[in-house]
Nanobody
Framework: VQLQASGGGLVQPGGSLRLSCAAS????????MGWYRQAPGKQRELVAV???????NYADSVKGRFTISRDNAKNTVYLQMNSLKPEDTAVYYC???????????????WGQGTQVTVSS
C-alpha cells in the first residue's frame, strides 16, 4: 500500500494550506490515519489523528487551528491548516494503519512527506 501526500508549499504567517494523502494498493480496511511533522533538528511529532469512526485527536500546539478529516470511500485523509505560524514549518508525513486482506495483520504505512514552509 502506498500513501501519496500533496498540498504543501510556502505560505505567509496567518495563511492556510490543505494537505491531502491518498492510500492506494491492496486495501481491505484502514484503521486510524494521521499526520506527523518533523522540523529541522527536531524529532517527528504527531500533529493529528483520526480513527475510522471519525474520532479525532490533536497536538496541543495545533488545536483550534488545524482540522483533520477523512473520506473513507477514497481512502484519503486531509489536514486543513489555518492561522499558520512560522513554527509550523516542517516536513509533514501522513500515516495509516492498513489491513490488506481480511486475514492479514494491520501495519503502519507512511507517505513520502510534503514540505510546509511558513514565512514572510
Amino acid at each position: 500500500v502506498q500513501l501519496q501526500a500533496s498540498g504543501g508549499g510556502l505560505v505567509q504567517p496567518g495563511g492556510s494550506l490543505r494537505l491531502s494523502c491518498a492510500a492506494s494498493g491492496s486495501i481491505f480496511a484502514i484503521n486510524a490515519m494521521g499526520w506527523y511533522r518533523q522540523a529541522p533538528g527536531k524529532q517527528r511529532e504527531l500533529v493529528a489523528v483520526i480513527t475510522s469512526g471519525g474520532v479525532t485527536n490533536y497536538a496541543d500546539s495545533v488545536k483550534g487551528r488545524f482540522t483533520i478529516s477523512r473520506d473513507n470511500a477514497k481512502n484519503t485523509v486531509y489536514l486543513q491548516m489555518n492561522s499558520l505560524k512560522p513554527e509550523d514549518t516542517a516536513v509533514y508525513y501522513c500515516a495509516a494503519g492498513v489491513i490488506e486482506t481480511s486475514t492479514s495483520n494491520p501495519y503502519n504505512s507512511w507517505g513520502q512527506g510534503t514540505q510546509v514552509t511558513v514565512s514572510s
